[in-house]
């Protein structure tokens, strides 16, 4: 039997997500977008995860508890470094009911959902683990040059 160099399902770019507390954010998960959970894989203590695997939206997560103890000492979790320079984006069928039902599940809107001059309806949230999630739905195609008018009437 030939070993596939690349697994079914991992031949797009995978975020690989730092989390203190990776279970609860699985459980979290689950309840805010509808995630899967694929797999786990426990410390050898049972105390955290070093590594599982979510479906959100047909899209695939890894995520995993912090180990400073491997990474020179340092945290590498949105809050411990006061914030994420990533935000993980979806297209999906309704953005209003993606952000709502992730409100209520415990994370922080932090843009509402709105219509955008680029033809998306566009909202952001932070996840209670420090994580910023973008979600979109496509509403109209634009050209380069309607969104370059639409914009400069945004900005104005």
């Known amino acids: 039997m030939t070993v596939k160099a ?3 399902g991992c031949d797009k770019i995978i975020p690989h997500i730092v989390v203190d507390g990776a279970s609860d954010a699985i459980e979290f998960y689950k309840k805010a977008f509808g995630a899967q959970e694929l797999s786990r894989m426990p410390s ?3 105390a955290k995860l070093m590594h599982a695997s979510i479906m959100v939206n047909g899209s695939l997560i890894f995520l995993c508890d912090d180990f400073p103890e491997f990474c020179g000492g340092k945290s590498r979790t ?3 470094l006061t914030g994420s320079p990533v935000t993980l984006s979806f297209y ?3 953005t209003d009911e993606w952000i709502d039902r992730a409100a209520k599940a415990g ?3 932090t843009m509402p959902p709105a219509d955008m001059f680029w033809g ?7 996840d209670p683990f420090g994580h910023e999630w973008a979600f979109c739905t496509h509403l109209k195609d634009l050209t380069p040059e309607e969104i370059g008018k639409a914009a400069a009437t945004a900005f104005c």
Do not use: H, M, S, W
């Open 92 to 94: 999906v069928d309704n």
């Open 78 to 80: 949105p809050k411990a």
């Open 6 to 8: 690349i697994p079914d």
């Open 120 to 126: 998306d309806r566009y909202g952001t949230l932070r």
């Open 107 to 109: 994370a922080e809107v």
């Open 44 to 46: 050898q203590d049972g």
